[in-house]
């Protein structure tokens, strides 16, 4: 990683990357493959040249496609076969993918073909490192793909784009692919053998999506911790299940790290010692006493998840995979995208629990009978409605995740003629992931105004410093609600705080994550 004019650079390095480079670049930076990879590649596409050359029937270098493999193509022909299909196989539909996800599906593939297992050429990968340097974005439409036999449609719009075919997002405009790439002074690119097959065939559409989902995850998981804390103190609740006696008991290291995190934001609070002795409450309800459990288990989740999605990541995943050392092309299935459908899957689980346990704080909190406050958080419930529907919006947005959480792994359907005939469903898996999270912070975000609200009827006692930080990051932008007045704003506000992750930042507190 290096710094250029204040833009952070990540240097690619093939099989070598981390979780926190790809998260870099997903949130902008600028990424350029290592040096060492060009020898790599040049070997690969020196191989491919001699493959050609020996004349021999090869899958997709001077064959048909899928079902049509046992077509021999001519070599005076080879070139209009890589176009063809590109072309053919960019038929996505649905809204545009959004430009941070194509960036780094961009520098996935660029990853990818650095390793020197695709038989590309230097001519093919350093465009697409141009076009991730000067801001090209190609325009992918979010859906059409199965998960095997690679991201087809998603990847051959993103290959469209630099034969100078579909749409280039660039500066806020979208420009026809030539026009963009003329502009930016680069030439259309005219595909080799192998070449077209190389862009479209791998996982690095579901990757890039599930990747994003994972990161947004990891930021509302830290938020909900501190929502939770704060929910704790308006409830006037217990730290006593944080202890780390209970969960060394138990053994599972999300769990002990999340307790550590609630008891050591909750370190020092008036509110807290106000009941520490005497309270008649003997237990809390689960959606405080079991965050350890829940929110530990949502943690170790994530963690497997990013495991999987950092191997995936520095992986190959086209066919067939050139073997420089021995000129072979051997057909593999590393296409096949099962293990980031089952990652999809876990963080789609993990975010549908994060938020489903902070809608029943939000619950218990607009209840008088479990919560000791004024009823749905206002100072004169009966004239004011307080947080009653805003509850209501917390628990529709709730449901909307239990539905969408639904496994996508499990699902398969025949495509090509039965010829991929198991397909593992991972893009769309991964692709509902950021809508999830938006479902997520907007929950988070109402629990972050309820419990706020709800610390406020205890002044003059006040929460601990790290809790007060948070309360007055909100307090910034949204005052205390006293008589009714128009919600929507306020909830707004507040989910742009849990959405950019400025209500963890603004915690001066080590708060557990995917590492």
Not at 273 to 296: I, K, T, W
């Amino acid at each position: 990683m290096d710094g250029t004019d204040d833009v952070t650079q990540i240097v690619i390095t093939p099989g070598g990357m981390t979780l926190a480079d790809w998260r870099a670049i997903y949130e902008g930076a600028a990424a350029r493959l290592t040096a060492p990879a060009w020898d790599a590649i040049d070997a690969s596409a020196a191989a491919v040249a001699r493959i050609v050359a020996r004349g021999a029937p090869v899958y997709g270098i001077n064959t048909g496609f899928g079902k049509l493999a046992s077509v021999r193509i001519a070599d005076d022909e080879l070139s209009i076969l890589q176009r063809n299909i590109v072309l053919s196989h960019a038929a996505g539909t649905g809204l545009a993918s959004p430009t941070p996800v194509i960036r780094l599906m961009m520098a996935l593939k660029l990853a990818s073909f650095g390793v020197g297992a695709s038989g590309v050429r230097r001519e093919t990968v350093g465009l697409l490192e141009a076009m991730l340097a000067k801001g090209l974005t190609p325009v992918v439409p979010s859906q059409g793909s199965v998960g095997a036999s690679g991201d087809l449609a998603p990847l051959s719009h993103m290959a469209a784009a630099m034969i100078g075919v579909g749409a280039i997002a660039v500066g806020g405009k979208i420009l026809p692919a030539a026009e963009a790439l003329a502009a930016a002074d680069l030439a259309p690119l005219e595909l080799g053998p192998k070449e077209g097959l190389a862009l479209l065939n791998g996982t690095q559409f579901s990757a890039a999506n599930a990747l994003a989902g994972l990161f947004r995850a990891e930021t509302l998981f830290q938020s909900a911790l501190i929502t939770g804390a704060l929910s704790t103190e308006a409830a006037k609740g217990s730290d006593a299940p944080f202890d780390a006696r209970i969960h060394a008991l138990r053994g599972h290291a999300g769990q002990r790290e999340v307790g550590d995190a609630l008891r050591g934001l909750m370190a020092g609070s008036a509110i807290r010692a106000s009941h520490a002795e005497d309270d008649p409450r003997v237990q809390d309800a689960y959606c405080l006493r079991c965050q350890p459990q829940v929110m530990g288990a949502a943690l170790d989740l994530l963690r497997q998840a990013g495991t999987t999605l950092r191997i995936e990541a520095n992986g190959v995943s086209d066919n067939p995979l050139i073997f420089a050392d021995s000129d072979e092309a051997l057909s593999g299935g590393n296409f096949h995208a099962e293990p980031v459908a089952f990652a999809a899957d876990m963080i789609a689980l993990a975010l549908c629990e994060i938020g489903s346990i902070a809608e029943r704080r939000i619950a218990m909190l607009v209840d008088p009978a479990l919560s000791g406050l004024p009823a749905f958080l206002t100072p004169r419930p009966g004239l004011n409605s307080g947080f009653m529907i805003p509850q209501v919006t917390a628990a529709a947005l709730v449901s909307e995740n239990k539905q969408r959480a639904y496994p996508a792994s499990v699902d398969s359907i025949p495509t090509s003629a039965n010829q991929e005939d198991h397909v593992s469903m991972a893009a769309h898996g991964a692709r509902r992931l950021l809508d999830m999270a938006d479902n997520v912070s907007a929950v988070i975000g109402i629990e972050l105004l309820a419990a706020c609200q709800g610390i406020d009827f205890h002044a003059p006692l006040t929460s601990s410093a790290a809790l007060e930080a948070a309360r007055g990051h909100l307090r910034a932008v949204v005052p205390t609600l006293g008589d009714d007045r128009h919600f929507h704003p306020d909830m707004e506000a507040a989910t742009a705080l849990i959405r950019t992750g400025s209500l963890a930042t603004a915690v001066a507190a080590e708060l557990p994550g995917i590492g």
